[in-house]
């Protein structure tokens, strides 16, 4: 089985998201259903139908939460001593050559990528560029305009 690789954060964000659809929305749905039964015809009962479909959903993420889980492999990078390797979680300051323009990555899980707050997944391009190498380094990042590079400016384990 392969394992998943999470950050702590990660992992905590998917087991409070597991624990809120068990315990806050599961309940809430079943009880919507249940009312609405109530309402008589169910062919025609909107709110029947709408509430099945949403169980559906909170079910099919639970088994999603669930199946994550069950093959994260949690690295906890605050206790990795702190080097200049960029590494699974390090967040990384590189800069572009062509234009000195400076932007910090967090390497993260593919769960938790968001890069509107400038976390990417170890899978993407800029990451796989930037794991192993170190301070001082330059790396070339295919995109879509081009290979752009860049130097590695800072590496920094933990948040």
Do not use: C, W
């Not at 994550?68 to 572009?96: E, H, R, W």
């Not at 990555?105 to 938790?112: A, F, K, N, R, S």
């Amino acid at each position: 089985m392969q394992k998943n690789p999470m950050t702590v954060q990660g992992e905590a964000a998917l087991r409070e998201e597991l624990d809120r659809l068990k315990k806050h929305d599961r309940p809430k749905v079943i009880s919507a259903i249940a009312e609405a039964r109530e309402h008589g015809d169910l062919k025609e009962n909107a709110e029947y139908h709408a509430a099945r479909e949403q169980q559906g959903f909170i079910e099919g993420r639970i088994q999603d939460i669930e199946a994550k889980l069950s093959t994260a492999q949690v690295i906890d990078i605050s206790k990795i001593p702190s080097a200049d390797k960029v590494i699974f979680g390090a967040t990384v300051t590189i800069v572009n050559l062509d234009n000195d323009a400076s932007v910090s990555y967090t390497i993260v899980g593919d769960d938790e990528a968001d890069v509107k707050s400038n976390k990417i997944s170890y899978q993407s391009p800029i990451a796989r560029a930037l794991i192993g190498k170190e301070i001082g380094d330059v790396v070339a990042v295919r995109t879509p305009g081009g290979e752009v590079d860049y130097e590695i400016d800072a590496v920094h384990y933990g948040s």
